[in-house]
């Protein structure tokens, strides 16, 4: 048999198969759902149409979005055919369904590569349901979703966890092993859910050298969720989103690759990548792109525990500071680079900074800033002189310097600023002025390493540490995540790392823990 996906290095017709067969081994008598009148016929499909899993997200007190995709072969766009197709879905209180709370039907449309989003409302506040979906005769795997508690409620606890940095190709996604067994509440994904390049790894392949069209971005999301432990994970709990560059581009800038393609022929690629992005997660209907526009920042709030507010630092940004054409993207340049300071630039871009000086607004304990990048000063140049990294907030320290002083004219001292993309952890005081060691630290950082991606610049990073008294850790060495638990009194940092991604058995464990004590901005090691 024709293989469409290598069976060493990724999944192929008989692995899908598989596959397919295990989530089916559950199907339970499907029940009856009201089919718009315009459809008709009952679907067949070639093989099991769930392959791709199930996903909650962007949860509010009362629901949550959810979704699938029917994708009986991920990697031929006529497996389903032309025609839009009915798919049903249940939402119990009760893993068993016995306590079905609400039910209905949506339409899996052709054009949106058959994915579904399903905006569930009127549910209760700050708790588990579970969910599947009904389509001809096929019964989906059972998700479990979590509805935020009530906005300003009291929450005494929260667990979540957060990630970035997932390349498939370079090794196994078991970090998020990890978080099922650490039962998080939320995961929050930080950038990078796809890379859209080929490395050419040896540990597992994907159909696409690289992606420039929709049906190529479409091929790469559904090998990345064809990955057991990122399935596992969209059914373990609700997710929130944010990306980075890889999910369109290595390093791109707004309409700006890093090697300056014309403006207009990167926008149609853009626009390819963010409805790709779209039918590939549980987004609401307010994400929906429009071209290659497509809002993703928002803010939810934990209860009278929490803040957190998403962010998009790619989409609306100015262009990489002092850069040319034969010198795009990410580069290590000098701060004498006039562009870093400019007040005109913008990493946030003027509306979405308008919209966070409600940050911390309603009075939450803790305010979260969630974004894809670095946000404190590095400063590679051991001795004289300063290089900093022109893609990181380092790159457009007005943006900086306005939210440093939003948070200190507001008083937000249990702000907490996390971050992805560098495949490293940092940890990090988040000073008024970085470089002044005595300046006052207004709010704290965390990034987190990578779910896969390697680092190649751990050494020469920590030696520049010694120009860097305000952080606190650097570690590219290891792959994992970031779990935190957060209580009124305190926030709790526990820094997961996993062992050789190449391999598929989990090893977890705790590498170092940070505490924030309430009221005292800075993360001391536990």
């Not at 293989?3 to 199907?27: C, E, H, P, V």
């Amino acid at each position: 048999m024709t293989r469409i996906f290598d069976a060493k290095k990724g999944m192929s017709r008989r692995g899908l198969m598989r596959l397919a067969g295990g989530m089916a081994a559950a199907a339970i008598a499907r029940p009856a759902f009201a089919t718009p009148a315009w459809i008709t016929g009952t679907p067949r499909f070639i093989s099991y149409p769930f392959t791709l899993g199930v996903a909650s997200g962007d949860p509010l007190p009362g629901g949550f979005v959810l979704w699938t995709r029917l994708a009986p072969d991920p990697f031929d766009r006529e497996a389903v055919g032309g025609d839009p197709v009915p798919v049903g879905y249940e939402v119990a209180a009760d893993p068993r369904f016995r306590n079905v709370v609400l039910k209905g039907a949506a339409v899996a449309h052709p054009e949106n590569a058959h994915a579904v989003h399903v905006e569930v409302e009127g549910l209760s506040p700050g708790r588990p349901y579970w969910y599947r979906f009904f389509a001809g005769d096929e019964v989906s795997p059972v998700g479990r979703a979590r509805t935020a508690p009530a906005a300003m409620s009291p929450v005494d606890r929260f667990r979540f966890a957060f990630a970035s940095c997932q390349q498939y190709e370079v090794g196994y996604f078991k970090a998020y092993r990890d978080m099922i067994a650490q039962d998080v509440e939320l995961i929050i994904h930080l950038g990078d859910y796809i890379y859209e390049s080929s490395w050419n790894a040896p540990v597992r392949r994907v159909p696409v050298d690289d992606a420039r069209g929709l049906d190529e971005y479409r091929r790469l999301h559904a090998a990345y969720k064809l990955d057991r432990d990122l399935q596992a994970a969209h059914a373990h709990t609700s997710w929130m989103f944010t990306w980075d560059d890889h999910e369109v581009a290595n390093d791109y800038a707004a309409e700006h690759d890093e090697h300056y393609e014309p403006v207009d022929t990167f926008l149609k690629r853009r626009a390819a990548a963010y409805k790709a992005y779209y039918e590939h997660l549980p987004l609401r209907m307010s994400a929906r792109p429009d071209g290659p526009d497509m809002r993703l920042y928002q803010r939810l709030w934990i209860g009278d525990l929490m803040e957190i507010n998403m962010l998009d630092t790619r989409q609306y940004r100015s262009d990489h500071p002092c850069q040319t054409p034969e010198e795009g993207g990410f580069q290590r340049i000098s701060v004498d680079c006039p562009d870093i300071d400019d007040p005109a630039r913008t990493i946030l871009g003027a509306r979405q900074e308008r919209w966070l000086r409600w940050m911390g607004d309603a009075g939450a304990k803790w305010t979260v800033m969630a974004q894809g990048m670095l946000f404190s000063q590095h400063d590679y140049q051991v001795g004289e002189g300063q290089m900093i990294g022109s893609e990181y907030w380092d790159g457009y320290r007005g943006s900086r310097r306005r939210v440093l002083d939003l948070i200190e004219t507001r008083g937000l001292t249990n702000t907490v600023i996390i971050g992805g993309d560098v495949h490293a952890t940092y940890v990090c005081d988040v000073k008024k002025d970085f470089n002044d060691p005595a300046s006052p630290t207004l709010a704290s950082e965390f990034v987190t390493t990578s779910i896969t991606s390697p680092n190649g610049w751990h050494d020469a990073n920590v030696a520049s540490m010694v120009d860097n008294p305000h952080i606190k850790l650097y570690d590219g060495r290891h792959r994992g995540y970031t779990l935190c638990d957060v209580t009124k009194d305190s926030w709790r940092t526990d820094l997961r790392i996993v062992n050789d991604v190449r391999r598929p058995e989990l090893e977890a464990t705790t590498s170092k823990t940070f505490i924030i004590e309430a009221g005292r901005p800075g993360p001391q090691e536990a």
